[in-house]
């Protein structure tokens, strides 16, 4: 079963061995989202997860609500992390579950800035603490076959995905926002086409270079009908994951 760690008293803990961390983010999202957007829906994703039975249990962490973001800084609203800072974060988590016995970590990241370093920082906490490490980023696990428009260039940042997921899962709070939706794809430049065109490149692109506007993709379809779709998808594909993790 899976069930939220903060909710548990320290006896509850004892002997746990399959913990997950999710990592958000606090950055701005264009005209029509809040900056806490990659925070809301990485509570989502783990809020669907809590009684689902995969196998073993597993143990959802307090989000971490600030990421690597740098490439959002400047616009308004942005906080961010350092590599290091981020990276120490993770660690010194890792080192505390790992006194506590826990042999398993799975890291869960609402933020695509975030996936390279979480994807780097598995090795290591393998070899240092002898633990299991998997890293999932929210982002690849979206229906692209399914919804062809879960794929870049419609969804990238606040483009088609993430809009349809908001108004799906926060539509009437945030309505004030979501109604300022764009109504076109993100302007084209050459750092657009750059992300476009290149393939198996690093690129240290900041947001200014590709969008003036902030959103990157095409949000001008997004519809709650979608969103609840990439949602269901989303939340199947992880317990797929854990289930396999687990060896069932």
Same mark, same amino acid.
């Given at each position: 079963?899976?069930?939220?760690?903060?909710?548990?008293?320290?006896?509850?803990?004892?002997?746990?061995?399959?913990?997950?961390?999710?990592?958000?983010?606090?950055?701005?999202?264009?005209?029509?989202?809040?900056?806490?957007?990659?925070?809301?829906?990485?509570?989502?994703?783990?809020?669907?997860?809590?009684?689902?039975?995969?196998?073993?249990?597993?143990?959802? &962490?307090?989000?971490? *609500?600030?990421?690597? $973001?740098? @490439?959002?800084?400047? +616009?308004?609203?942005?906080? !961010? =992390?350092?590599?290091?800072?981020?990276?120490?974060?993770?660690?010194?988590?890792?080192?505390?579950?790992?006194?506590?016995?826990?042999?398993?970590?799975?890291?869960?990241?609402?933020?695509?800035?975030?996936?390279?370093?979480?994807?780097?920082?598995?090795?290591?906490?393998?070899?240092?603490?002898?633990?299991?490490?998997?890293?999932?980023?929210?982002?690849?696990?979206?229906?692209?076959?399914?919804?062809?428009?879960?794929?870049?260039?419609?969804?990238?940042?606040?483009?088609?995905?993430?809009?349809?997921?908001?108004?799906?899962?926060?539509?009437?709070?945030?309505?004030?926002? &979501?109604?300022?939706? *764009?109504?076109?794809? $993100?302007? @084209?430049?050459?750092? +657009?086409?750059?992300?476009? !065109? =290149?393939?198996?490149?690093?690129?240290?692109?900041?947001?200014?270079?590709?969008?003036?506007?902030?959103?990157?993709?095409?949000?001008?379809?997004?519809?709650?009908?979608?969103?609840?779709?990439?949602?269901?998808?989303?939340?199947?594909?992880?317990?797929?994951?854990?289930?396999?993790?687990?060896?069932?």
């Amino acid at each position: 079963m899976i069930t939220l760690w903060a909710e548990k008293a320290t006896t509850e803990l004892k002997g746990v061995k399959n913990v997950i961390l999710p990592i958000g983010s606090t950055e701005q999202h264009g005209p029509h989202m809040p900056v806490g957007t990659d925070t809301y829906l990485t509570d989502w994703a783990m809020s669907s997860l809590v009684g689902e039975d995969v196998g073993e249990d597993f143990y959802i &962490l307090p989000t971490i *609500p600030y990421g690597k $973001s740098i @490439e959002h800084l400047s +616009f308004p609203g942005t906080i !961010t =992390l350092g590599m290091n800072t981020l990276t120490m974060i993770i660690e010194d988590i890792a080192s505390s579950l790992s006194s506590g016995g826990v042999s398993r970590l799975v890291i869960i990241s609402g933020h695509g800035g975030n996936a390279a370093l979480i994807d780097a920082i598995t090795y290591d906490i393998r070899k240092k603490y002898q633990m299991e490490c998997y890293g999932i980023n929210i982002g690849s696990v979206y229906p692209e076959k399914e919804i062809p428009k879960c794929a870049f260039p419609f969804s990238m940042h606040a483009g088609f995905a993430e809009t349809s997921l908001m108004k799906a899962l926060h539509g009437e709070k945030f309505a004030h926002l &979501l109604d300022k939706t *764009p109504k076109k794809i $993100s302007e @084209e430049s050459r750092g +657009f086409e750059l992300l476009s !065109t =290149l393939s198996h490149t690093s690129y240290g692109w900041a947001t200014e270079d590709v969008s003036a506007e902030g959103y990157i993709g095409d949000p001008s379809d997004s519809n709650k009908k979608d969103g609840e779709r990439i949602h269901l998808a989303v939340k199947e594909q992880i317990l797929s994951v854990l289930r396999t993790i687990v060896g069932k």
